[in-house]
């Protein structure tokens, strides 16, 4: 067509001048420009076969070029790509300077002159260097490209080269950070596609500089610069490549490039097969090929270089074994194209062939690599980083698979791969599911395979690179954010290397870096399990005489007692015997130098460090200093008990006298300081402090799980030399709680402090028999003295100062915890149940009182010199004036809960007011509730509970007086609950608390008897709580098992046993019933949904069908049962195996089959027509299974109703068609359901007559679409009814079509 008309055009006018100068007329629309280029094309082709004008022509190609083309590339420089002229749009301005281009590389070519296509290329050189991302720098490539091949190779050297230089630059994104969009990037992919081919052409001195920018050492290798490498050799293959030919094309492909040799190019190739996107991993695949068929075209050996230490190239050729490389390489491209379809089916049967690879790979004879193994990982990485989860899974599992049939030798690469890429993949935990049919408690298929690759492949590493890999292996698992599954599957493989001296400090600290940063928002018991395999990694791979001691210390306190390292626990049993074989081995601590000893046994390092907590440094003299951290309280406590045990071991007979020796060894400093405390008033209080913190952390870490905790020596031992102390002790802590020296904001801590360390003592004292005369009972009862005392001077209404408001505090929490230890243990009542002047006083306590916060010129008076300048400022060990005064008001209500709990029988239940209360806060109760709601709107979520006690012992009382108080408290805690859905620590103590109170039996019943709006608020609660478990664990089961409990025991304490409080609320049990997500069997089958089906089922069976109120609430929930299967089969004609419908109606059935045994046959008889209507549904196998067995007990027990079920045979054929399966298997059991029916064979043997008539129809009906289960029916049906019936009444029954249907013959 071009052809056409460009003749069209010259038979017009023989003039080219003319000609020419006519279309340079006008707008330069593309029609216009390449109409030009295909009249100078033509031109050209008749200059070429010497008929064009040799005159005239050459001036007007010139014209042409000066006058119009050049003017006209050069406004397009200047216009944006894509910009506001609205006559020329960016599609079209591309095509213009295509057309312009061409045009004028023809209208150089006739004008016969170099110069001119020179200097076009230096001007469009010019504005390319100008600006990369300029928008005329398309239009400036389209210049190069035209006039690049009219440039002389010898005369134009240095510009062909500078020109080569800057379009490898900007192909290669040299211009910029190659992440931006951009004008540079059409730029970029114009260079690569049209301007560097043209060059390259060229040859010399431009094939060189272009081949040098690709090959400079400075090139990177990002993903982004990977995609343009790639792009660029693609291009400029067949120029890079050497090409087969004979020897006079041989020798001129000595003096060009050959990208073979070059081992840049490669791993551009190798990191091109791994890229994301699907075209530049095509382009790579290309390259090898290409390579490939280059080389074994020219038949001559080649060896990429500089060969990498003694291993192989990445690439090499060798005639001799020509068969071998082809097979290897067409092996591998076809594996990596076999990739591209990401379908598994596809890709299973040709990973056999990757296992060839590695045959062809490995030499037999002295087994090393043949080909670099970095082309197996690059298959590898494909796999790993598949959009396909399923690909990837079988990616990972092939490899870990490696090491089991075969030995491959070591490389680097492999190893920075398994660093890398391997481990990176291991990173997603749908990894590690089970198998289906895979036991619960079994451990992952793939952790098993990565736990034995990792024993294998480290046990064939050389001795010197052991520990270098393990110490990445570990580091990677603290260089992302790793999933709880993950890093308990890695820890695990870790743990089963076996014993090596690997690691140094460096390794533990990585460790402890796992723990510390990875793991610590993971699940507790995940955590936990990961953490013990961790400690096992370091005792199995650590080199003790690298590390001191102190290190291991440090490292141990990484690990959560209640995690991990409990003692008495099989790990901490393992921890001391590694100790003991290793105490003589470890680097001597800095702590045993300082104070010159040089042992580096455990025994003297547990006695130095003790002495080292409890000497006192000469700065700890102020008294208004921070409270110490507890790390170091930890740590010692810790070594201490470790050091106890170990010494155990070395005898095998250890007795009570040796471990208390050793005890008084280790303990002896701190006993002698805790002696002195009654005594010693100018002891240092940090010194005080870390004492008491130690006294605290050994009797916490000391305590043993399980059945052996009664028979521990030591934890007696360490009881006893504390209970010697106790007197010493607790005089100090009655001195500082009582006598105003806890008078500023850090002093809170240490009040909290003494107050557990006075708990502990009184633990202490009523494990071993509470005296009276104990000291703790003295201390207590001045305790509680002072503090009312305190509180009761403190309303005289003077100006508040720090240090009177921080007491008021200190003894309101003192107050607060003799009310617990007193609520807890009944040993403790001091007074008689009478109400004593701690009664007294907390009744007429002015509830949710604040305290007033002192001035700040007052507050820096009490303040450290090394505090800030406001003592009530947030710090890491004191609170703001807020959250004090929230915990003043939460330890009122700790004692109130005591006080309402004691005197709950005083409470009136109506709503009149006592005149003269003596307990007001316990005989006012509609005061005390609207307090309790004030409450509930100041304290933060985590000092709620003592509220919700209240509310417990309060709102059965005032529900029916005060009901819209009450609904009040029921949603002002649910509101405190719905929003802490997220906050683990706390949450689940609060949802128990709040479940008690609202779902209390008493609650239940007031509130179903009176039907107001409480009955629908909790009915509407206990919605939102069932909503809320679905998407968290756990929370319909607190619920329910509470209910059920406190149901069936209310039951039992009654006479004659009352329900009626469950029966108005069997919406819960029957929710329970049916509770549960849709079951998938690749998930755990242990989940929460079972315990609460359970519960329910368990509560149904527990109820007695004798006892009426028991009786008629089974009843009621039958009924419901079926309304709820009515309900489904309505929502859904049809529904699928394991969907929503599916789950509801299988577990109704269940439950019905669980009530049948105590439905009587009055019941029975007005619902047996619903179960009978249930057969005719459209129901799946299981839930029709279901319907048959409870059709066959109600008929076994109740024969009553055998004329009932015959007349379900006589419904329409279209009833008939989806149901008649479940009445024939009901019929096939007819012998067992008729057993007890005196007139059995009569009746019999004149249904069996009567029903195969019936069954006629059926049969025909069905015969085309009949299922195996349903001839099965079928015949059974009929042989029972040749037994019961003479042969000839069965042949009378009996048709054709029921013969052909059920291949019953004679």
């Known amino acids: 067509m071009e052809w056409v008309l460009a003749e069209a055009l010259l038979s017009q006018s023989r003039d080219p001048r003319a000609l020419l100068g006519a279309l340079c007329q006008g707008e330069a629309s593309a029609e216009r420009v390449e109409t030009l280029r295909f009249l100078l094309q033509r031109l050209e082709d008749e200059e070429a076969r010497g008929s064009g004008g040799a005159g005239a022509l050459p001036e007007a190609a010139r014209e042409v070029a000066a006058g119009y083309l050049v003017p006209l590339l050069r406004s397009l420089r200047g216009r944006p790509a894509g910009g506001p002229d609205p006559s020329l749009q960016p599609r079209h301005r591309r095509r213009v300077l295509r057309a312009a281009g061409a045009a004028l590389r023809s209208c150089v070519r006739l004008a016969g002159r170099p110069q001119l296509a020179a200097a076009l290329a230096e001007e469009a050189l010019r504005d390319l260097l100008a600006g990369w991302r300029a928008p005329g720098a398309e239009a400036a490539v389209e210049v190069l490209a035209a006039v690049g091949p009219c440039l002389r190779p010898r005369e134009d050297g240095p510009l062909l080269e500078r020109v080569a230089g800057t379009a490898v630059a900007l192909a290669l994104g040299g211009g910029g950070d190659g992440d931006e969009a951009g004008p540079a990037e059409d730029a970029a992919a ?49 120029k890079l490549l050497p090409e087969p030919g004979g020897d006079r094309a041989r020798g001129a492909r000595e003096a060009g490039p050959d990208a073979r040799r070059c081992w840049r190019f490669w791993r551009t190739v190798q990191a091109g ?12 695949r290309y390259l090898l090929q290409r390579a490939v068929e280059v080389s074994a075209e020219l038949g001559a050996d080649c060896t990429c270089g500089p060969q990498e230490g003694n291993g192989p190239s990445l690439f090499w050729w060798s005639e001799r074994k020509k068969d071998e490389l082809l097979k290897f390489w067409e092996n591998y491209i076809l594996i990596m194209e076999t990739l591209e379809g990401n379908q598994i089916h596809v890709i299973k049967p040709v990973l056999p062939k990757l296992n060839n690879l590695f045959e062809y790979a490995v030499s037999e004879e002295n087994g090393c690599w043949l080909f670099h193994p970095s082309w197996h990982m690059c298959i590898y990485k494909r796999m790993f980083e598949s959009e396909n989860k399923i690909l990837s899974k079988e990616g990972v599992i092939h490899f870990l698979e490696l090491y089991e049939t075969k030995i491959l030798p070591f490389s680097p690469e492999f190893s920075e791969f398994i660093i890398g890429p391997l481990m990176d993949a291991l990173s997603e935990s749908s990894l590690y599911s089970r198998s289906p049919g895979q036991p619960i408690g079994s451990c992952s298929p793939l952790g098993l395979k990565l736990q034995k690759f990792l024993v294998t492949y480290i046990s064939l590493l050389p001795e010197e690179i052991k520990s270098s890999f393990l110490l990445k292996f570990i580091r990677k698992m603290t260089s992302r954010h790793w999933c709880a599954v993950p890093i308990l599957f890695l820890s695990k493989a870790l743990a089963n290397v076996p014993r090596h001296k690997a690691l140094g400090i460096d390794g533990l600290l990585a460790l402890r870096d796992v723990i510390h940063c990875t793991m610590i928002t993971h699940q507790i018991l995940l955590r936990g399990a990961a953490q013990c395999y961790l400690l096992q990694t370091a005792m199995n791979l650590l080199d003790v005489e690298k590390v001191s001691l102190s290190d291991v210390s440090t490292f141990l306190m990484s690990l959560r007692q209640e995690e991990s390292l409990g003692r008495g626990t099989s790990l901490w049993t393992e921890l001391c015997d590694w100790l003991r074989v290793n105490e003589s081995y470890f680097k001597p601590s800095p702590t045993c130098s300082s104070i010159g000893l040089h042992k580096t046994s455990l025994n003297a390092y547990v006695k130095s460090i003790v002495q080292e907590y409890v000497k006192s440094s000469a700065w700890e003299t102020g008294e208004n200093c921070f409270m110490p951290d507890w790390f170091e309280a930890k740590l010692v406590s810790l070594m201490v008990l470790l050091a106890v045990d170990v010494e155990g071991m070395k005898t095998q007979y250890s007795g009570k006298q040796r471990t208390e020796n050793v005890l008084r060894i280790f303990l002896d400093p701190l006993l002698d ?21 130690l006294l605290l952390k050994l009797l916490n870490t000391c305590r043993l799980k399980g059945s052996s905790a009664q028979d521990d020596e030591v934890s007696t031992v360490l009881q006893n030399f504390f209970m010697s102390t106790t007197e010493s002790i607790s005089e100090f802590i009655l001195r500082r709680l009582t006598m105003n020296e806890l008078n500023s904001v850090s002093d809170l801590d240490r009040c909290h402090l003494y107050l557990m360390v006075l708990t502990e003592l ?26 009312i005392q305190h509180l009761q001077e403190m309303d005289s209404g003077q100006e508040p100062t720090v240090g009177s408001q921080i007491q008021r505090v200190v003894s309101m ?25 701690l009664e007294s006083f907390l009744s007429s306590l002015q509830l949710n009182q604040t305290l007033q916060k002192p001035h700040a010129e007052e507050q820096s008076s009490y303040a450290h010199p090394l505090e800030c300048s406001s003592v009530l400022e947030e710090s890491s060990s004191s609170q703001g004036w807020g959250k004090i005064v929230a915990q003043y008001i939460h330890d009122q209500w700790v004692c109130l809960s005591f006080l309402l709990k004691k005197y709950h029988t005083l409470i009136p239940t109506t709503g009149s007011e006592i005149l003269e209360p003596f307990l007001p806060a316990v005989q006012m109760p509609i005061r005390t509730l609207q307090s309790a709601l004030e409450a509930l709107t100041v304290l933060s979520s985590d000092q709620v509970l003592p509220v919700f006690h209240c509310l417990k012992v309060l709102v059965p009382k005032l529900l029916t007086s005060s009901e819209s108080l009450c609904i009040e408290s029921f949603d002002m805690a649910w509101k ?48 939102k709580i069932i909503e809320m478990s679905a998407i968290k664990t756990g929370v319909f089961n607190t619920l329910i098992s509470y209910c059920c409990q406190s149901w069936i025991v209310s039951a039992s304490n009654v006479s004659q046993g009352s329900l009626s409080s469950a029966k108005n609320y069997s919406e819960l049990i029957l929710e329970a019933c049916i509770f549960g997500t849709v079951f998938r069997r ?26 009426m109120s028991h009786k008629l609430f089974i009843e009621d929930l039958a009924i419901k049962l079926l309304d709820k299967d009515e309900l489904v089969s309505k929502s859904k004609k049809r529904y699928y195996v394991n969907s929503l419908q599916h789950r509801v109606k299988n577990r109704v059935w269940q439950t019905l089959l669980v009530l049948f045994p105590r439905l009587d046959q009055n019941f029975l008889n007005g619902i047996i027509d619903r179960i009978f209507q249930a057969g005719f549904t459209n129901n799946q196998a299981s839930i029709k299974y279901f319907i048959e067995w409870i059709i066959i007990l109600i008929l076994h027990k109740f024969p009553q109703f055998l004329p009932k079920f015959w007349d379900c045979f006589s419904y329409g054929e279209e009833n008939l068609k989806t149901s008649i399966c479940t009445f024939l298997a009901v ?67 009996k048709t054709e079509q029921t013969l052909s249907c059920c291949g019953v013959d004679e």
């Open 190 to 238: 114009l260079v690569a596609g049209r301007l560097l081919p043209v060059l390259v052409q060229c040859g010399g001195a431009a094939l060189r500089a272009v081949w040098g920018g690709l090959a400079a050492p400075g090139a990177s290798l990002g993903s982004g610069r990977v995609e343009e490498k790639l792009l660029v050799l693609s291009a400029l293959a067949e």
């Open 273 to 284: 097969l791994g890229q994301a996107d699907a075209l530049t991993r095509k382009r790579a």
């Open 673 to 693: 300081v805790l002696m002195k405390f009654s005594t010693n008033a100018y002891m240092p209080l940090l010194k005080t402090d870390r004492c008491l913190q």
């Open 762 to 787: 009184i633990n202490l004292h009523l494990k071993v028999g509470w005296k009276r005369g104990n000291p703790i009972w003295r201390v207590i009862s001045l305790l509680k003295n002072a503090s």
């Open 813 to 837: 929490a003192a107050l607060a915890m003799v009310c617990e230890a007193i609520d807890q243990k009944p040993e403790l009542q001091l007074d008689s149940l009478h109400a004593g002047p």
């Open 976 to 1023: 405190i609950i719905s929003s802490l859905s997220n906050t683990q620590l706390i949450f689940w103590a609060n949802l128990k608390a709040f479940v008690q109170f609202v779902f209390d039996n008493k609650v239940l019943t007031i509130a179903a008897k009176i039907k107001g709006q409480a009955y629908f608020k909790i009915k509407e609660i206990m919605y």
């Open 1082 to 1107: 690749d998930q755990s089958t242990k989940r929460e949904d079972h315990y609460v089906r359970i519960c329910a089922v368990k509560f149904l069976c527990l109820l007695d069908g004798s006892n």
């Open 1227 to 1293: 019929l096939s059991h007819l012998d067992i359901i008729t057993q007890n029916i005196p007139e059995k064979c009569v009746s019999a043997r004149w249904q069996c007559v009567t029903v195969p008539g019936k069954l006629v129809h059926i049969f025909r009906k069905i015969k085309k679409a009949l299922a195996s289960d349903k001839i099965k029916c079928c015949l059974s049906v009929l042989n029972m009814c040749r037994k019961e019936i003479c042969l000839q009444s069965i042949e009378k029954a």
